[in-house]
């Protein structure tokens, strides 16, 4: 029997929480349903060194509302099981796990019972609510269906934030046999060859030039090793000060993708980002003009965002959107080829959704790819670095033995 802890409402339109024991989820759900709950979340209940192992970190800008997923799901529940909008916040507010999260739909409930809809009140919190975000609610309830567009919205952001995390953590390892070796050499440099000084310098011999430029190398870390740290931390501002500006950043995103192995990679990702957005707010009734507009925001590299424009561009003299992307090369063949498809079958919002899907399989190939040269690349460097400076230490050794015999 497994522990699982579960939120639902009671027929009373109250919240209901706790924990139950049960083989699987599933069971949890049927059995509080049994009882007359909604069931909005059940999950394996974690112990303190299981929750530790469990926790993340969210890169991006800070926002008040971390769990957008979650919370979206929970008021897509609410609403499908017949309650009003402003008791469904209401609900979404109490279960909210961080007091930002509470603040922020408190002001979202606030407005909706002062009489605004849903998609202003979420407008009014750019920072915590995308633009697509707040563009699909408004067609789910210009098109009466709220609570069908939350349900896919929460989809949505689940399927987006699950392709990134796979991302991030195909890198961790490489990050972590990274900062392994760069601590080793760091060691090894301000404290194991500092050690052999005393040797050479009562020896009074001239040394080998490797063992000379190694020792150069440890003195100024000893002497001077923030130097370096400085020195890069200004070079990123700096570069970061740079890419600010839209032609320097649309070179740089250019070159990024004429790269061996990463630029594949970047373009994929960035296709599968367009066709899930794109894909998600035509099938919600947006229309492509507004909806293209809020897709190319969402777009990181400039390169395929301006071609995104273009397409726009295109729309307005109706022409079709695969042609002005096929001139761009910016994209994928295959990524044309399934986009044109739809238009020509009126499938557009499946192929779509299909062609972020097929994608995604491929970034998650393109990661396995790099990191097959990734990790034994930095191991080879590393251990390059390792055995010169040992290498140069011994020699040195050696010639004083010699010397001195």
Known sequence: MMRFRYEAVSAAGEPVAGEMEAETRAAVIERLQRLGHVPIRAEAARGGVARLLAWEWKPGRARALRNLPLVTQQLATLLHAGLSLDRALELA?????????????????????????????????????????????????????????????????????AARQKVV???????????????????????????FRPLFEDAGTALPFAARAVLAVSDFLQSYGWAPVLALALAGMLFAHRLRGREARRRWDRRLLRLPLLGDLIAKSEVARFARTLGTLLKNGVSPLPALAVTQETLRNAVIAEAVGAVADSLKEGKSLAEPLSRSKAMPALAIQLIRVGEETARLEEMLIKTAEIFDEEVGRSVERLLALLVPGITVLLGIVVALVIGSILTAVLSVYELAV
């Open 93 to 161: 507010q109490g279960m909210a796990a961080r007091a930002a999260e509470r603040d922020c739909l408190g002001a979202v409930l606030d407005k909706v019972r002062g009489g605004a809809a849903l998609a202003d009140a979420l407008a009014a919190q750019p920072s915590v609510f995308p633009r697509f975000y707040v563009g699909m609610v408004r067609a789910g309830e210009a098109g009466a269906s709220l609570d069908a567009t939350l349900r896919q919205l929460a989809e949505f952001l689940e399927k987006s934030e």
């Open 169 to 195: 953590s195909a890198l961790i390892y490489p990050a972590v046999v990274l900062a392994t070796g760069l601590g080793s050499v760091g060691v090894l440099f301000g404290f194991v060859i500092p050690r």
